[in-house]
Each structure stands twice: as structure tokens, then as C-alpha cells.
T-cell receptor, first 110, second 112 residues
Framework: RKEVEQDPGPFNVPEGATVAFNCTYS??????FFWYRQDCRKEPKLLMS???SGNEDGRFTAQLNRASQYISLLIRDSKLSDSATYLC???????????FGSGTKLNVKP | DVKVTQSSRYLVKRTGEKVFLECVQD?????MFWYRQDPGLGLRLIYF???????EKGDIPEGYSVSREKKERFSLILESASTNQTSMYLC???????????FGPGTRLTVT
């Protein structure tokens, strides 16, 4: 069983659409949660951390549901530049270990 | 601007060769990591280090070793490369406490 699971997609959406991704994690003791973005043939970069109360950064909203052990990412008013793979990342009690999902691919079309 | 650099972007090696992948960070981070990324499997942790000369096995350490003689440098060694080690290798660093990881650009290794 994978530590972190994501729908690989691809999600193909038109510009301006709202799109949401979910990610589930297996260890209920997980402490920290993140969304990373990875462009084609590039390294992953932090998009946003996910806090218990939920958090928003411009068009992006991240939420955590500890009871059901999933985190979500909502992108409003999609731009062509949002096309990328979005990686869900979970950090357990040991702050030195991060678990990555295999990523959800988003294609935003004109 | 924070930076993690890796010694090569692309590398082609023959089966049985010893391979060294170097990673250097300029952020004075205690923690450094080596991952491999394969389609459909995501990033998998090979080894990590939380201090100079300290190392811990990740989820897939078989066939690999590491060296951390200086804080800024973390090396991944493939003792005898095999074709199933063909992959993208990513190095990362972070400060302690589960904070953001900064990644290098990756090394795409092909073993023939």
C-alpha cells in the first residue's frame, strides 16, 4: 500500500475552469502536508503548505481532512501556465522523511 | 537565491560501472536527500543525511551508498550500475523541522 495516493490524471480543462485534486495518505500520525508543482523535465518546487484550518494563496486553495486522511488542492480561473504535474507530499513524525505521491497531471487548454 | 546543484544533467553508463552523482547546496541546510523518480511511481527516497557523516536508509537503498563528508555536499554512489537503475535522480535539501525541500535540477541516468 502506498503512503500517498493520487489520481494520475490527466485532467484536461479549458482556461478559466476550476479544477480540484485530491490526495489520500495512509499514516494517521502524519504531521505536515504540502503541494509541490513539477513542470515537464524540471525539478519539483513547493506550491504551498497545507494547514489544518485550510489556506489560500491567490487562485489556489488547499485543505486538509484529518478524519478522512486526505488533502485537496483547488485551482480557480485556470491559466495555461498552470499546466504541470502536482505532487502531494506528506511528512510523518520523523521530520526528515517526506512521502511523495506520484503526481496528478493538469493540462489547461486555450 | 537558494541553490541546489547536481554534477550532471544527463549521464550514460555501462552495466557494472561505478557511478558517482554529486549534489551541492548553498543554504547551510542540515538535511539532504537523494530520490529517484520513475513514471507512475513518483519520487522514492533512497538515502538521506541529517548531518555530516550521518546517513539513514530510505525506502529503496539497495544497490546504492552515500557519502557526506561536508555539510554542503551529498554524494550518491552506484557501486555496480544495473539497467534497473536507469532513472531520474533528484537531490534535495531542507532545514530541520519538516519544512520546504529544495531540489536540484536532476540527473537523468541511463545504464546500458
Amino acid at each position: 500500500r502506498k503512503e500517498v495516493e493520487q489520481d494520475p490524471g490527466p485532467f484536461n480543462v479549458p482556461e478559466g475552469a476550476t479544477v480540484a485534486f485530491n490526495c489520500t495518505y495512509s499514516n494517521s500520525a502524519s504531521q505536515s502536508f504540502f503541494w509541490y508543482r513539477q513542470d515537464c523535465r524540471k525539478e519539483p518546487k513547493l506550491l504551498m503548505s497545507v494547514y489544518s484550518s485550510g489556506n489560500e494563496d491567490g487562485r489556489f486553495t488547499a485543505q486538509l481532512n484529518r478524519a478522512s486522511q486526505y488533502i485537496s488542492l483547488l485551482i480557480r480561473d485556470s491559466k495555461l501556465s498552470d499546466s504541470a504535474t502536482y505532487l502531494c507530499v506528506v511528512n510523518e513524525n520523523n521530520f526528515n522523511k517526506f512521502y511523495f505521491g506520484s503526481g496528478t497531471k493538469l493540462n489547461v487548454k486555450p | 537565491d537558494v541553490k541546489v546543484t547536481q554534477s550532471s544533467r544527463y549521464l550514460v553508463k555501462r552495466t557494472g560501472e561505478k557511478v558517482f552523482l554529486e549534489c551541492v547546496q548553498d543554504m547551510d541546510h542540515e538535511n539532504m536527500f537523494w530520490y529517484r523518480q520513475d513514471p507512475g511511481l513518483g519520487l522514492r527516497l533512497i538515502y538521506f543525511s541529517y548531518d555530516v557523516k550521518m546517513k539513514e536508509k530510505g525506502d529503496i537503498p539497495e544497490g546504492y551508498s552515500v557519502s557526506r563528508e561536508k555539510k554542503e555536499r551529498f554524494s550518491l554512489i552506484l557501486e555496480s550500475a544495473s539497467t534497473n537503475q536507469t532513472s531520474m535522480y533528484l537531490c534535495a535539501s531542507s532545514s530541520p523541522g519538516g519544512h520546504e525541500q529544495y531540489f536540484g535540477p536532476g540527473t537523468r541516468l541511463t545504464v546500458t
